[in-house]
Every structure is written in structure tokens, then in C-alpha cells.
């Protein structure tokens, strides 16, 4: 998104981010259950395991999210993705695989609780999910109850298989059949951005896939980023723009541009679900996850998704998020291949003062107090990661 196309809804954002619906204008009411008032934090299994899944890796996991310090950083749901279901029974309830989950799903959502955590479960619109397995069409009150049942927290529900089908009137469906279920649920709108969800979804999800699926590269990074940025106006607290998965410790990018992942997903107000093996988290992928700053950032309670308020060279951008203090979350994006200086003007922030003080959030350090504007030199496909805030005239 081009930093001149961003620049009135720019400035809605920043100064008042409650706007009425007009002409040409999506509504930002929201889904009103009550849940994801700030964008939904947790663990996803496909992005590292795809459909090797097991109920062994699901416990390992919530052991690990609640030992390893993620689980008191905010992570809450503990997902498991496609391929745990393989079948309907005769009164045609979803069945899970016998042999990866022999215990069954309840007695798994139990153990996780037993963590302190949340637990959720996908599913699919179409007739069968991406990998095959039975999807929710015709079945939506019955998989809803089910979940419930269960004690389920969290269902992603996917698009595959779903040719022919209205996505609005079909995810409206299983919003409908997880109100009636009698259990708050989030609801993640998985159907890739293909149907123009911006549009519709914050009336029927929790939160909706903007993209298509992450790859663990820096190129797939940068340009969900582009596209889902593209949306800021629509989200609100109960209802996020999803540009995908983490891929933060999977081995693909440098620890500068897995920073640069978060720092962007946080700015963006967009849900952290970690997509890694928590099992064996490196210090460096530990110490991203869990930084405090850079998740209240994303945390914060104001609910405003950040956005591109400068770039120079084009490579060369900064990002920022207006915050419920009154203080700016700000990324100073280096793109290119090469070190570089990169600077923030206070006034393109939508500050009404110039002077103010700044931290460094990676760096976890006051730098002091500023006028105008602040400068820092930047990795290549690095970021630094500001909270800049008003010094306001006595």
C-alpha cells in the first residue's frame, strides 16, 4: 500500500479511530460476543507440523507454552489444526483419528485447561476440508454442538472444498450454530481474503484471514504485510484483520527479520499465533515471542490497526499505531539489503506536540527525550520497534 493512498484514512486513525459508517464506508460494528477484545494470542500446529498431529504433541505443547514463559506472556489457545478428524459416525458426529488421539478430543481440551489455557479446533465450510477430512456444510449446528461439548474455545474454520457456496452466508451459518452452542467461542474466518472478508466478516468473526497462507520466507512476510495493512480501517476490539500465522522460530528467516515479523504483526493489531515448535524454543526465538513491550503493543487496548505513515526510498518505511495513552507504537522498516538510516517525523505520527520521549522496544531502553523526530540505523530486512510519547506543555 502506497504511504499517499494511506494518508486519510491515516489520519482518521490517528486522531479519531472511531469513525461512523457512511457511503462507500464498511461498517465497524463487530461481532458482539464478547470475545478477542484484543487480537487472540496463541499456538497454531500447522505452520511446523501440518497434518502430523497427535495428541502427544498437543499436551507437549501446552507443557511448554505454560513452562517456557509464553503462556504468561499472553498466549492463551492452544489450536490444532487439519487431520485430527477422520470420519462421521452413524449419527453423523465428527470422529478423530482413534490412533493419534486415543484418549479423544475431550479428554485433550481438559489436559489443556488443567494448563491454564485455552483450547481450540478447525474445521471447514466445504464439504471436506483441505486435506480431505469431513468438513461442517450441512452439519453446522451439530459441529457446533460438538465442539461445545467438547470444550472447545477457538475454531478456525477454512474454505476448501467450498465451490458453489456463498462465503457470507456460510461462515453467517456456523457464527449462528456456535451462538446457539451454549459456550463463548472465538470464531477465525479462514477463507484467505478471497472474498473481499473486510467487507462482511467483522459482523460474523473474531477475526478473518486477509491473505493466503505464510511462507517462513521474508518476501511472503513483507508482502502479507502489504495486503492486509491494506484493511486497517475495518478493525476494532472483537474483530481482526488475520494476515496468517506466525513463522517466528521455524527456521526460514534470520532472527532480524523474525523481529521484524512481529514487530509488523503487532503494529498491524494482528493476531500472534505461533506456528513453531515450542518445544524447543532457542533463546532468540523465546526472547521475540515474549517480549512485553512489543505484545502490549499489539495488546493495547484502543484496538487501532497501525499503518504506513511514511516511506522514502521505497524500501525505507515507517509504521505506526496509535496506543490508549495517547502515545504512538512506531517501525522504522528497513526493506533493503543493506543497512540504513531511517527517521520519524512526530507530526506524520499524529502527535499534537513536538517533543517527546522515546524507548527502544527490542532494545528494552529509554533513549531520552526528542524534538521533531528520531532517527535510527536499521539492519537489512530488520526493524526497529519505538513507543514514542508526547511530552505534553505544562
Known sequence: MHSRLAKPLLAALLVAPVVAPGPGRPSRAALDNGLARTPPMGWNSWNHFGCNVSEQLI???ADAIAASGMRDAGYRYVVIDDCWEVARDAAGALVADSTRFPHGIKALADYVHAKGLGFGIYTDAGTYTCQRRPGTYGHEEQDARTFAAWGVDYVKEDWCHAEGLDAP?????????????????????????SNQPWEWAPQIGNLWRTTGDIQDKWASMI????LSSQHAGVARPGAWNDPDMLEVGNGGMTDDEYRAHFSLWAIMAAPLMAGNDVRALSPATRDILTNPDVIAVDQDSLGVQGM?????????QVWAKPLKDGARAVALLNRGDSAAKVTARFDRLGLRTDSATVRDLWARADR???????????????????RVTPIRAK
Not at 173 to 186: E, N, Q, S, W, Y
Not at 223 to 226: E, F, I, K, P, W
Open 368 to 386: 531520552g527525550a526528542f524534538r521533531r523526530e528520531y532517527a535510527a540505523t536499521v539492519p537489512a530486512h530488520g526493524v526497529t520497534m519505538l
Open 169 to 193: 452466508t456460510q461462515y453467517a451459518k456456523f457464527r449462528d450454530a456456535l451462538a446457539k452452542a451454549g459456550r463463548p467461542i472465538v470464531f477465525s474466518i479462514c477463507e484467505w481474503g
Open 59 to 61: 499436551k507437549e505443547t
Open 223 to 226: 508482502s502479507l504485510l502489504d
Open 308 to 316: 504506513l505513515v511514511r516511506e522514502g526510498p521505497p524500501e525505507l
